[in-house]
């Protein structure tokens, strides 16, 4: 016998238990789907792609050569920031794109299943699950060139370079955290995804992602600085950085807060989507 399904017109958190069990349930399904979409996505990602897997590298590389170039003329000196300039670089071009694609995932994901989503009762977080193994997978890719260019270099590398993937992960629930609290604006208004896309453009010269920036005035209040900071730090045996801990745990509860205001908006979405 099938299971029978009925929705009610109402306030979703009238029953807040029945609430979070549906949003468990949900996530608990989605681990195992989002990875068969995000196995799909893969195999049409590379038919369609002319670079391929070169995409991962390119802004990487942009962004070293040029700052390379400006430092090499003299136009900017860097500090001393206890790493070559390339890898301080690269690493930070490599968090940034985490950020990026962990935000963007949401919206990316569900506009690309849009039919699904309108048609089939399969969870959100499935769809944008993949996205997010997406994000990991691009950046995994993107450590291990890192690792090369710190070999080729000679940078030393030690017990603290293992902590620096895990140290990344709160830049990852950041940018979703991000990405699911504008996702109902930009799911439905085309300005919305522009908006966010101008900013994060412009965000990039107020974070420390291709030149070093102290947490001093109102870069104190940056939450970033650390995120982007410490696994940076980590990789060539440096020191955390000051407020890692308290802006990692702030990102996870964002995202847990996020999460559950796209599920009450969800409704909404899939309504104005159809």
Not at 74 to 101: C, K, N, R, S, Y
Not at 164 to 179: E, H, N, Y
Not at 218 to 227: A, D, M, S, T
């Amino acid at each position: 016998m099938k299971k029978q399904i009925i929705y009610e017109a109402g306030p979703q958190l009238r029953n807040g238990r029945r609430f979070v069990h549906e949003a468990a349930t949900d996530l608990h399904q989605s681990l195992s789907l989002g990875f068969t979409l995000f196995q799909a996505g893969l195999q049409t990602q590379s038919r369609r792609a002319l670079l391929g897997h070169l995409w991962l590298f390119i802004p990487a590389i942009m962004a070293v050569t040029a700052i390379s170039y400006v430092q090499a003329r003299g136009i900017f000196h860097f500090p001393d920031i206890g790493m070559p300039v390339a890898v301080f670089v690269f690493a930070g071009t490599t968090l940034w794109q985490l950020l990026l694609e962990t935000l963007n995932a949401p919206t990316r994901q569900l506009i690309a299943h849009r039919g699904t989503v309108t048609r089939l009762r399969v969870p959100h977080e499935a769809m944008i699950l993949a996205g997010v193994y997406e994000a990991f997978l691009n950046a995994a890719v993107r450590l291990g060139s890192l690792l090369i260019l710190c070999i080729f270099l000679r940078v030393p590398l030690g017990t603290t370079t293992l902590f620096a993937p895990f140290a990344a992960v709160p830049v990852a629930m950041l940018g979703l955290a991000v990405g699911l609290l504008f996702a109902p604006i930009t799911l439905l208004y085309e300005d919305g995804a522009r908006g966010l896309l101008l900013v994060t453009n412009l965000l990039v010269f107020a974070m420390p992602v291709a030149y070093p920036i102290t947490a001093s005035g109102v870069q104190r209040f940056n939450p970033l600085i650390p995120l982007l900071d410490t696994p940076r730090n980590l990789l060539v045996r440096l020191s955390v950085s000051n407020g890692f801990a308290a802006t990692a745990a702030l990102a996870a509860a964002l995202l847990l807060v996020a999460w559950f205001i796209y599920r009450l908006a969800r409704p909404h979405i899939v309504a104005r989507l159809g």
